[in-house]
Antibody, heavy 120, light 107 residues
Framework: EVQLVESGGGLVQPGRSLKLSCVAS????????MNWIRQAPGKGLEWVAY????????YYAETVKGRFTISRDNAKNTLYLQMTSLRSEDTALYYC?????????????WGQGVMVTVSS | DIQMTQSPPSLSASLGDKVTITCQAS??????IAWYQQKPGKAPGLLIH???TLVSGIPSRFSGSGSGRDYSFSISNVESEDIASYYC?????????FGGGTKLELK
């Protein structure tokens, strides 16, 4: 059974940093590109970042480019999102998500999400 | 970045109705659009990818169509379990972008 478990969220002051983790199990993590997607309270979905299986390709939403860094450790089956210079508008539930098959890119499996609240 | 304009933002339907949601991309996305369903407090679930390919296990009352910049998603014979929010996602280009969402409610 595929499982994605996010952690590392919490309350943080504007301008500070936070690092999210997503531990994957039930599939060969090193073969799959991974995504971070977020959802502000009561709002829609926003795609945040993508990293390819071998970390060769990395993409960011314009809203986080230069502030967030996506990375992965395939030996630990773990995806990361380093968030710096946090703003109130970064307050959201952050999901990690993976495709169902190696040959696809569309997010299929999602974690339960981890809440990040940016407030003084 | 590609913008996805989804409409309507909300939709009211009776059980058994057919409803349609549209997404218009700011440029040709070559049919690389997916549709998700999200219920309150839950992560989104993938329903359709590549415009019209139904994910395994998804009922056939869900369908998608379109090409170029214009795409639609329909639910025929709305059931109570379909009450949720729906989102389109373009994956032709990075960064990927979601539509603003459509909240489906019962009339």
């Amino acid at each position: 059974e595929v499982q994605l478990v996010e952690s590392g969220g919490g309350l943080v002051q504007p301008g500070r940093s936070l690092k999210l983790s997503c531990v994957a199990s039930g599939f060969t993590f090193s073969n799959y590109g991974m995504n971070w997607i977020r959802q502000a309270p009561g709002k829609g979905l926003e795609w945040v970042a993508y990293i390819s299986s071998g970390s060769s390709y990395i993409y960011y939403a314009e809203t986080v480019k230069g502030r967030f860094t996506i990375s992965r450790d395939n030996a630990k089956n773990t995806l990361y999102l380093q968030m710096t210079s946090l703003r109130s508008e970064d307050t959201a539930l952050y999901y990690c998500a993976s495709p169902q098959f190696i040959t696809t890119v569309v997010p299929y499996y999602w974690g339960q999400g981890v809440m990040v609240t940016v407030s003084s | 970045d590609i913008q996805m304009t989804q409409s309507p933002p909300s939709l009211s339907a009776s059980l058994g109705d057919k409803v349609t949601i549209t997404c218009q991309a700011s440029q040709n996305i070559n049919k690389y659009i997916a549709w998700y369903q999200q219920k309150p407090g839950k992560a989104p679930g993938l329903l359709i990818h590549y415009t019209s390919t139904l994910v395994s296990g998804i009922p056939s009352r869900f369908s998608g169509s379109g090409s170029g910049r214009d795409y639609s998603f329909s639910i025929s014979n709305v059931e109570s379990e379909d009450i949720a929010s729906y989102y389109c996602l373009q994956y032709d280009n990075s960064p990927r972008t979601f539509g603003g969402g459509t909240k489906l409610e019962l009339k």
